[in-house]
């Protein structure tokens, strides 16, 4: 089992930044993957950013394209989400996920093996 711990979430105007960080901790011997999702009310789960664990490659989504930046620190487990030039359509509960496979797909949801509680992002205009 894997557990994952998100914080930084919270209200910020827009223009403003934000930074998010999800801990992980159980048995994450095998992790080959982390990624950022978001989901606002009435809305599907939206794909945010990932980064794989080895190599640290990124992909992001379309809409946070040079605005988000996603990172990872591989001693303590930790991925972060750097959120600048935040708009109000950014408002959401923004979730961790971890895979522990190699599949690849990671802009897909059905890839990831564990999830956070998620954080509220609120940016008001």
């Known amino acids: 089992q894997v557990q994952l711990v998100e914080s930084g979430g919270g209200l910020v105007q827009a223009g403003g930044s934000l930074r998010l960080s999800c801990a992980a901790s159980?048995?994450?011997?095998?992790?080959?993957?982390m990624g950022w999702f978001r989901q606002a009310p009435g809305r599907e789960r939206e794909f945010v950013a990932f980064?794989?664990?080895?190599?640290?490659?990124?992909v992001y989504g379309d809409s946070v394209k040079g605005r988000f930046t996603i990172s990872r620190d591989n001693a303590e487990n930790t991925v972060y989400l750097q959120m600048n030039f935040l708009l109000p359509e950014d408002t959401a509960v923004y979730y961790c996920?971890?895979?522990?496979?190699?599949?690849?797909?990671?802009?897909?949801?059905?890839?990831?093996?564990?999830w956070g509680q998620g954080t509220q992002v609120t940016v008001s205009s």
């Open positions: 980064i794989t664990w080895s190599a640290g490659r990124t």
């Open positions: 159980g048995r994450t011997f095998n992790t080959y993957a």
């Open positions: 996920a971890y895979a522990s496979g190699g599949t690849g797909g990671y802009t897909t949801p059905y890839v990831y093996d564990y």
